[in-house]
């Protein structure tokens, strides 16, 4: 527990989080890298030793790239690149390959939770920043310029935080969402879910997938990959949670390996096991007068798509670069965008939820019958493309609202592929000396950059305004056969070449194209080399001193 003066007001900082699991860590260390110094603050003493989330998509691992830690994630899980469903009887139904992902990471990473926190909490260290931990938020008083926060620890002292900007990311039961008072509405599920991380010897099948088979009964069973000798079992039951104990879920796991054709396969000790009710619920606001909500504090959503925790993530990659332009600019309309276009994705991965759930283990047995055979779909291309947008979390985008120069007649060439708004697709480029460009790494979490593409032309186009000069890094990408061919090279450490223009055919995109990426990977704008009002546009919005719009002051 980290100590400090108690009883008396402490330095203002610009952001106070609460909370320290794997969304506020990932916020606190995005501040970091964007030269905001945030304070962290989590009620318990220690993180659980259990495994709890363990499902890391793409996409996260992206995030995780901006931050300089995606290896370290990588040399601790298991990336596991295919998703195998079958019948109840074992036949091949089909398969899901993230394998076919265009990207650098070709799977879902399997890791436990707290190795997630312990990697995050480490990497938070390095930045010379510490999890005040112990101490518990029990209010917070607006200031008018900022917010005024009480803080107390187990033994009962109390002491004051003054920040700039408060974020939530104390999961469900949020003290900083009861204090804003913003409405969470939301269902729980009938099903009782069942999950154990046990030892398994014995099992057939590729150990390092994941395996889904779907029961005549309405239901399923799913084996995950843990470490190669501990494999983590999913199924539900149509017995009330209450009823179920640690016994009960070993026999019902038991009977499903029987049922599913597998009786050789033996079940060892369990590390964890757990039954629980789905919840999805939804925050109405995740901004109020300076205060945020991220992760489960925000949104909880049901496990059965496994993506509840990297959509907190992404939360808190979407919010950390806002606030360091917030904070460096002095403004605050920047700030609006948060709640426009994360509240959005929330309710979006609802709806998929409900799909997902109606297809494995809906009560309506012919509507079950009929999603399910969705699954056979998956040998269509277009239709598996489909599924591993939404599997990777490639597909979330912010069609409407948001940050984003939209595009007006004339403003940008005709037909591209990439989209404002939507991710921007993983580049392969060459750096002037051959080495490859990392677009992730060069965004940080924190950076805008422009790529100009201009084909074969060797002109080189014009400059951006100078107030861009602390947000943006421009690169002007050339189509060339070769980085190292000898005539007609263009120099300098702006220079990046696209080998014979094979990507920008790929994503249709015109020579003499422009497009602006956000430091959460974002496309921000498109528009014609030398034509600079959409950029010109982004940049208003990015600086806007317009007050946050809501619906009333809840402090």
Not at 163 to 175: E, I, L, N, P
Not at 328 to 356: C, D, I, K, M, W
Not at 430 to 454: M, Q, S, W
């Amino acid at each position: 527990m980290s100590e400090r003066p108690t009883g008396t007001a402490e330095q203002p900082v610009d952001v106070l989080i609460v909370g320290a699991g794997p969304v506020g860590l990932t916020l606190a260390i995005a501040l970091a890298d964007n030269g905001v110094r945030p304070r962290i603050v989590d009620k318990l003493d220690g993180w659980s030793e259990l495994s709890k989330a363990m499902t890391l998509t793409p996409r996260t691992l992206e995030c995780f790239r901006m931050l300089g830690l995606a290896d370290r994630f990588l040399a601790d899980g298991i990336l596991s690149r295919r998703i195998h469903h079958y019948t109840e009887r074992r036949n091949p139904i089909a398969v899901t390959d993230l394998a076919k992902l265009d990207g650098e990471f070709h799977g879902v990473l399997h890791l436990s939770q707290s190795r997630t926190i312990g990697i995050l909490a480490a990497a938070l260290a390095e930045r010379g920043i510490a999890v005040e931990r112990g101490r518990e938020l029990t209010e917070i008083e607006s200031t008018g310029s900022g917010h005024r926060c009480t803080v107390a620890t187990v033994d009962g002292a109390v002491s004051t935080i003054t920040a700039r900007y408060v974020v939530g990311a104390d999961g469900s039961r949020s003290r900083v969402r009861e204090l804003i008072g913003t409405a969470f509405d939301g269902a729980e599920q009938s099903e009782t879910f069942i999950m154990a991380d046990i030892e398994m010897a014995g099992f057939p099948y590729h150990p390092e997938d994941r395996h889904a088979f779907y029961l005549d009964e309405g239901t399923f069973f799913t084996i995950l990959p843990i470490d190669g000798r501990y494999f983590r079992l999913i199924s539900t039951c149509r017995v009330a949670s209450a009823a179920v104990d640690e016994e009960f879920i070993l026999r019902r796991f038991d009977a499903l390996l029987r049922t599913v054709g597998l009786a050789h396969v033996k079940l060892g000790d369990p590390f964890w096991l757990t039954r629980f009710n789905p919840r999805q619920y939804l925050a109405e606001q995740l901004h109020v007068h300076g205060v945020f909500l991220v992760g489960d504090a925000a949104h909880i959503q049901s496990p059965i798509g496994a993506q509840g925790l990297n959509t907190g993530i992404q939360d808190s990659m979407n919010l950390a670069w806002k606030l360091g332009v917030a904070l460096r600019h002095g403004n605050t309309g920047v700030l609006n965008s948060y709640h426009e276009e994360r509240h959005p994705v929330a309710q979006r991965l609802f709806e998929y939820n409900n799909v997902l759930s109606e297809r494995i283990f809906g009560r309506n047995r012919l509507k079950r019958q009929f999603l399910r055979y969705q699954n056979y779909l998956l040998r269509l291309p277009s239709f598996h493309a489909e599924e591993l947008a939404k599997v990777s979390q490639y597909r979330v985008s912010y069609p409407a609202g948001g940050l984003f120069a939209r595009p007006t007649a004339g403003a940008h060439p005709a037909g591209p592929r990439l989209r404002v708004g939507d991710r921007m697709p993983y580049c392969v480029f060459d750096a002037a000396d051959g080495t490859p460009f990392r677009l992730l790494a060069e965004l940080g979490a924190h950076r805008h950059v422009l790529l100009v593409f201009v084909g074969e032309d060797l002109d080189a186009p014009e400059t951006v305004a100078a107030q861009w000069q602390s947000e943006l890094t421009r690169y002007v990408v050339y189509d060339r056969p070769s980085p190292r061919q000898r005539y007609r090279r263009p120099e300098g450490v702006d220079v990046l070449f696209d080998r014979s223009g094979r990507w920008r055919e790929l994503h249709k995109v015109p020579s003499h194209t422009s497009v602006l990426i956000r430091p959460d990977g974002y496309i921000a704008a498109l528009f014609r080399n030398g034509d600079h009002r959409a950029l010109e546009t982004y940049w208003d919005l990015l600086t806007s001193t317009t007050p946050p719009q809501h619906p009333e002051d809840r402090l």
